[in-house]
Structures are given as structure tokens and as C-alpha cells.
């Protein structure tokens, strides 16, 4: 592989260049575990390094080539960039750690790259890590690296850039190349790959009462455990972005409003081989089973058929569905109202997948992300501990939080996910019934979705005043505000004990309105509520007894 021209000064003119700091990324390291969990790879030497022939042409020096053409580097600047620099973090948080992706990472840019040093550095990796490869076969074909790639992928396999606020790319390396990377000045930190899974659990019996629930502030009865009310027109001119394991398009509930948007996992094709993401799908937008009816579903699939995947797969999707949500702002479609997002997945701890799935809401992206079925602390997983997105825990039936659902002060809220009936794949007419905060978090998608469609049109009193419409921070700000609190069950004090709602179908001008906060079934006004009833019966019941007493009184006069 050959390089720029640029490159001839690579090895040399590196050591040179300035470190930007970035404290929200530098400081990461601290936060996540880089003093106890991170792990620095290890440079081995093998053999004598080729000689580079220094003859300078103008500003750059002629780069010496070897008989099958491929650049040789100089020993000495390859030294000196190892010892000039401090090696960036490698991050291995300890809940990751259980289902590392062998040789393969996630690498971060520091806030401020240009283009040219990405260029740069992706070239100068991509060649190095060539001739690290190579070297490693002749030395041991049977090395662990070339083993345990599943994919037989092997040096950089993509870039990543969320909006403008986070960059950076992924591949699988030699641990001589990781160190390389890791002393490369424009690296802030490098994640170690882990697998994500599905976060749900199959059920065969259960009925549709999710979408009751949403609806109604007060517990379902037998009058009102089937009955959902909403805005018919909720949802529309709105898109959700799906990530997960894709999405059976041609399945009849989606009413042609389903599409393809993108296949991540190399080799995999492009449909539903799971149910997983297409069931999410069809709680977002489906006609029988989904909150929003009316608005459009996108698939990015970045789970396999068997619902794993890897974390750099993942953050891949949240960078495409971040790209066309932008895109879709450019076109200056007047019917096009925003975008929301699902990710019912998770694993360990990612920090990588935290920042980018910030990034997304940042730059427009009304996001939901499950909380996770470990029965544990949400702050331990991704992407539910990325604070903002809106976190979703489990609820059952019976306004309890499911046994299995994750908690602490990263969850924002509750939502259905216990027996939840909705689309599957199999055929364009297939239903199933699942249960987890995978089935949960679309609730929440959904709603987002619903809202957004319904938000009050520029110039009304409850508009913002922008022009680009309610924004992420704003809309989870409501959505919590108009939540029911203090309903659920086994709820930890450090929870917030919040259950959605969607307002019944009825006028949502308290949702967007001052008044939103005074809307709230909050546990005090239920409480003061309760009091103020039984005040009422017992004034309700002297006056009656005193009004008896009269009316004895007056007949005893007039006898």
C-alpha cells in the first residue's frame, strides 16, 4: 500500500505535532476505569527494521521503497515518536471486560483533528500495521490474532463521525500497532471492542396493554386495559431510526412505511433474521401495535441474526442514523418534523458509545435507549448510561418495575415491557410476545415520535420560537415532566419512580404548555388528593348529620 506524499514526512513530523485537548474526552479515562481496568498494549521488536533513504525533494523527504514497493520507515523516528509522547488510555471498563472482541478497537480523536492529520494518521496505521501483520505471520502463523478474527478482518475496517463532535475509526491490530496508534498525538483514547446483545426475554402468552398503559394516568381495569387513546395523526412526518437487527419491511403492519436504511455487520444481509428489531419497530410506528401510526421506521441493522453484535458496529449505526437525520434537515422538507431514535440493546460499559449517542441528541436526535435486564445498576451498562438519551426501565401490568429491569439514577423513566405484543419476522403478517426494556424503550421511541408530530406549529403560544422545532433537551424535559409519579412498585429510592403517558388523545397544550409541571399524578398531589377526599366524605357526612338533626328539630316544632 502506498501513501500520500504528505507521508514521507509522517514518522519524522509527527513527534512535532501539538496535542489538542478535549476535557470532556481526556478526562474520560479517570472516569471510566482507565486507572484500574485500562489495559496498554505492548510493543514486541521482531528483526531489524529497513533502512528510509532521507534525500529530500522540496518540503518532503523521498520515501525509500523495498522490492515489492511498499514504504520503509526509519527505526530511529519510529523510537522517538514512542518515547515522545505519553500513550493514550486504553479503556477496558470491568462490565465490558466479560465479552471483549479479541485484537479489535475503538479509536477516538481529539476534539479539533482536521482532516488532513485523520488522513494522515489512517494512512500511516493502515502501512505499519501492514508490515506488522506480516511479520507476525512469518514469525507465528498460528499467532492468536489471526485465530480468534472471526471475520478474517485484520488493520482499519471504517471511520466514524458523529455530526462534528466526535471522530474517529475502528479496526483490528497487532499489539505492536496499538501501541503506535496509542503514542499518535491525535489520539484521545482507544476502546477495546465488545459484543452487545439483545436485551430481551421470550414469553409465549401476553396481550397488547402496553399501549393501554401510555395512555391512561390511572391503573387499567377491566373497562380500559385494551383501550388506547391517542391523536391519529401522531407520528406523522416524523422518522424513527430503528438500531438493532433490522427491520422485516415488506411486514403488512407497517403499511409500506418502513424502509431499509443500512446493513453494518460485514457480509450480513439485509433483513430481520432475529424478530428483535422488527418487533421494537412495530411498538414505534405499526398500525395495530405501535404508539406513533403514522410515522416512518428506518433499519440499521447492527445486530447479527443470533442478536450480538460489537460496540464498534453499533456506534457505526448510531453514526448513520445521525448523517441522515442531518440530511433530511438540509432538504428543508417542510413536512419533515424531526427524528427519533431506538437502541433496545446493550453491554458493558462503552464510553465511546455514550459519546456518540450524546453527540446524536446534540445534533438533533431524540433518542431512547433500553436500561437493560440485569436487575443492576444502569450506570454500569451502554449505551443507557449515555445521560442524553432518554433511559427506559420495565413496568408490568400491575404498575410494578419487572423483576429483571436495571434501575439507579440512570433510568429516566418507566414504560411497558412486560408480555408485549407486536410485530416479528417470519412472514409480512407475524406477531410475537416478548418481554425486557427492549420492549420497553420503543414505548418511549414512540412517544417521542408522537410528540414530535404534534408539536405546536411555529407562532402558536406554546411554540419555542425556533425554527427548527422542539429540541431533544426540551422534548425529554417534558416527557418526564408529563410522566405519572409515584404509581410503580419496587422502585429503589434512587430511582425515579415515573411511568409514561401520553395524554389520553386528549388537548396537549399542558404537555408544551408552563402548566405541564402542575399535570403531574406526582405522589404528593396523589397523597394530598387521598386527603383532601376524605376530608370531603367527613364534612359531606357532619353536614348530613346536622342537616338530620334540623329537620328533627324543625318537625318536633311544627308537631
Not at 475503538?106 to 488522513?119: H, L, R
Not at 414469553?203 to 399501549?211: I, K, R
Request: net charge negative; proline share 4%.
Amino acid at each position: 500500500m502506498q501513501l500520500r506524499h504528505s507521508v514521507g514526512l509522517a514518522i519524522l513530523s509527527a513527534i512535532a505535532v501539538q496535542g489538542l485537548l478535549i476535557p470532556n474526552i481526556e478526562s474520560l479515562p479517570s472516569q471510566f476505569g482507565a486507572n484500574g481496568d485500562s489495559e496498554q498494549g505492548v510493543l514486541a521488536h521482531h528483526g531489524k527494521h529497513p533502512k528510509v533513504d532521507m534525500a529530500h525533494h522540496g518540503k518532503h523527504p523521498k520515501i525509500a521503497k523495498d522490492s515489492k514497493g511498499h514504504p520503509k520507515f526509519c527505526p530511529e523516528a519510529l523510537k522517538k515518536m514512542k518515547e515522545g509522547h505519553p500513550s493514550a488510555p486504553v479503556i477496558t471498563t470491568h462490565s465490558a471486560s466479560k465479552n471483549l472482541i479479541p485484537y479489535s478497537y475503538i479509536i477516538v480523536f481529539k476534539k479539533g483533528v482536521t482532516s488532513e492529520d485523520i488522513d494522515f494518521h489512517r494512512d500511516l496505521v493502515s502501512t505499519l500495521h501492514e508490515e506488522s501483520v506480516s511479520k507476525l505471520k512469518e514469525s507465528d502463523p498460528n499467532h492468536s490474532f489471526f485465530v480468534s478474527n472471526e471475520n478474517g478482518e485484520t488493520g482499519y475496517t471504517g471511520d466514524f463521525s458523529v455530526g462534528d463532535l466526535l471522530k474517529g475509526y475502528t479496526g483490528y491490530f497487532t499489539d505492536d500497532t496499538l501501541e503506535l496508534i496509542s503514542k499518535h498525538p491525535a489520539v484521545a483514547f482507544i476502546e477495546r471492542d465488545s459484543r452487545v446483545f439483545a436485551t430481551d426475554f421470550e414469553t409465549q402468552n401476553g396481550a397488547p396493554w402496553g399501549l393501554a398503559r401510555v395512555s391512561h394516568r390511572k391503573p387499567l381495569s377491566l373497562g380500559s386495559f385494551n383501550k388506547y387513546l391517542y391523536d391519529g395523526a401522531g407520528g406523522e412526518g416524523v422518522t424513527s431510526y430503528v438500531i438493532d437487527t433490522g427491520i422485516h419491511v415488506t411486514h403488512k403492519e407497517f403499511q409500506g412505511r418502513a424502509s431499509w436504511g443500512k446493513t453494518i455487520p460485514a457480509g450480513d444481509v439485509d433483513d430481520d433474521g432475529n424478530g428483535h428489531g422488527t418487533h421494537c419497530a412495530g411498538t414505534i410506528a405499526s398500525e395495530s401495535y405501535g404508539v406513533a401510526k403514522k410515522a416512518n421506521v428506518v433499519a440499521i441493522k447492527v445486530l447479527r441474526s443470533n442478536g450480538s453484535g460489537s460496540m464498534s458496529d453499533v456506534l457505526k449505526g448510531v453514526e448513520y442514523a445521525t448523517q441522515s437525520h442531518l440530511d433530511a434537515v438540509k432538504k428543508g422538507n417542510k413536512k419533515f418534523k424531526g427524528s427519533t431514535a431506538n437502541m433496545s440493546l446493550g453491554g458493558g460499559k462503552s464510553p465511546a458509545l455514550d459519546l456518540a449517542v450524546n453527540a446524536a441528541v446534540k445534533n438533533g436526535i431524540h433518542f431512547a435507549v433500553a436500561a437493560g435486564n440485569e436487575n443492576q445498576d444502569a450506570c454500569n451498562t451502554s449505551p443507557a448510561a449515555a445521560e442524553n438519551a432518554i433511559t427506559v426501565g420495565a413496568s408490568t401490568l400491575s404498575d410494578a418495575r419487572a423483576y429483571f429491569s436495571n434501575y439507579g439514577k440512570c433510568v429516566d423513566i418507566f414504560a411497558p415491557g412486560l408480555n408485549i405484543l407486536s410485530t416479528y419476522t417470519g412472514s409480512d403478517d407475524a406477531t410475537a410476545t416478548l418481554s425486557g426494556t427492549s420492549m420497553a424503550s420503543p414505548h418511549i421511541a414512540g412517544l417521542l415520535t408522537y410528540f414530535l408530530s404534534l408539536q405546536p406549529a411555529a407562532g402558536s403560544l406554546y411554540s419555542n420560537g425556533g425554527s427548527e422545532g422542539v429540541t431533544p433537551a426540551q422534548l425529554k424535559k417534558n416527557l418526564l415532566k408529563y410522566a405519572s409519579v409515584g404509581v410503580l412498585e419496587d422502585v429503589p429510592e434512587d430511582t425515579p419512580n415515573l411511568l409514561v403517558y401520553n395524554g389520553g388523545g386528549q388537548n396537549l397544550s399542558s404537555f408544551w404548555g408552563k402548566e405541564t409541571e402542575d399535570n403531574v399524578a406526582s405522589s404528593d398531589n396523589i397523597g394530598e388528593f387521598h386527603s383532601f377526599v376524605n376530608k370531603l366524605e367527613s364534612a359531606v357526612e357532619n353536614l348530613a348529620q346536622e342537616f338530620a338533626h334540623s329537620v328533627k328539630e324543625l318537625a318536633s316544632e311544627l308537631i
